[in-house]
């Protein structure tokens, strides 16, 4: 695994959970990439964002048959991620295991982190016209 600056487009956009783990200052990123090359991954950071990408090779198997359902999507990956608070990148780790990639970086001494969550419960009444 390497870190770059920029990365290429890709063909599709992987799920990511991002979370904030306030007790140890750090944010912690970790993007679905199940069947990806770990030779692709790539992470970098372009200006408040995290970028991570990579590629899902074509499998031989695909090459017979013909598709009932296709719902897994194949080749390049782009995921770009707002980061929500300013981050160390000297001390930024990653891992790759069953499929998922794990993004950790620690958040810099100088960035707020929020404390208070707000959580509303709206009511949405339909009118008719």
Known sequence: MEFV??????TFSPNADIFIDEENRRLVAVIEV???????????????????????????WLRR?????K???????????ALPVGIEYEGVA????????????????????PTARTQLHVMIKRTHS
């Open 5 to 10: 600056l920029r990365a290429r487009l890709g």
């Open 34 to 60: 199940a069947g990806v090359d770990p030779e692709t991954l790539r992470i970098g950071f372009d200006e408040r964002s995290l970028i991570a990408s990579g590629r899902r090779p074509k499998s031989v």
């Open 65 to 69: 048959g013909s598709f009932v359902q």
């Open 71 to 81: 719902e897994i999507v194949l080749g390049d990956f782009v995921k770009r991620i």
């Open 94 to 113: 990653a891992s790759y295991e069953d499929g998922l990639l794990v993004i950790v970086a620690p958040i810099a001494a100088t960035a707020y982190t």
